[in-house]
C-alpha cells in the first residue's frame, strides 16, 4: 500500500517541479523490495523510474535538480508546519532538527551528473526516452524473478 502511494507521489513529482521524485521512489522500492520481488523488478526495469533506484543504489546518490527539488520541498513543509501547525516551541525545535538531519543527508550524497543523451528529453528532473530511443524489455534482467522466469506484464 505505502510502495503504491509513494510510486504515484513519485509520477507526480515529475509533472511538478517543486514535488520530489526520488524520494518517493526510494521509499517505493524499500517496501516493494521487502514485500513484493515482481514489483521491485517491474519498479528498476522502468525506463522512467529505474534510474533514480539504480543511481541511489549503487552509491552514485541523486542529480542536482533533484537534491534542490527535495530540499525546497522538505524546507517549504517544515516551515509551514513549524510556523503554523505546530504549536509547541519543542516541537517546532525537533522538527527544524529533522530537516537539517535530511538536508545534511542529501547534501553529503553524491552528485550524479545529470544525462546528457540526444536521445533523451529533461521533463522536470528526470530525462525521457524520445519515442525512437524506448527499448523494449521483454527479456530485461531486471523484469525476471529471483529464479530467471520473466515476470507477467
Known sequence: ???????????????????????????????????????YGLLLGNRWFGPYIKNYRDGRGMTAGAKISTLIVLWIAIGFGAGF???????????????????????????????KN?????????????TA???SHRGSDACRDRRGTPLAE
Not at 500500500?1 to 509520477?11: E, K, R
Not at 509547541?88 to 553524491?110: C, E, H, K, N
Open 118 to 130: 540526444p536521445q533523451t528529453e529533461v521533463v522536470g528532473d528526470v530525462s525521457l526516452p524520445t
Open 133 to 135: 530511443a524506448l527499448p
Open 85 to 115: 501547525v505546530a504549536p509547541m516551541m519543542w516541537l517546532r525545535v525537533v522538527l527544524v532538527a529533522i530537516a537539517s538531519g535530511v538536508t545534511l543527508y542529501l547534501l553529503r550524497l553524491p552528485t550524479t551528473p545529470a544525462r
Open 1 to 39: 500500500m505505502i510502495g503504491s502511494l509513494s510510486v504515484v507521489a513519485g509520477v507526480i513529482g515529475i509533472l511538478l517541479p517543486l514535488v520530489p521524485t526520488t524520494p518517493f521512489l526510494l521509499l517505493a522500492a524499500w517496501c516493494f523490495a521487502r514485500s513484493s520481488p515482481r514489483f
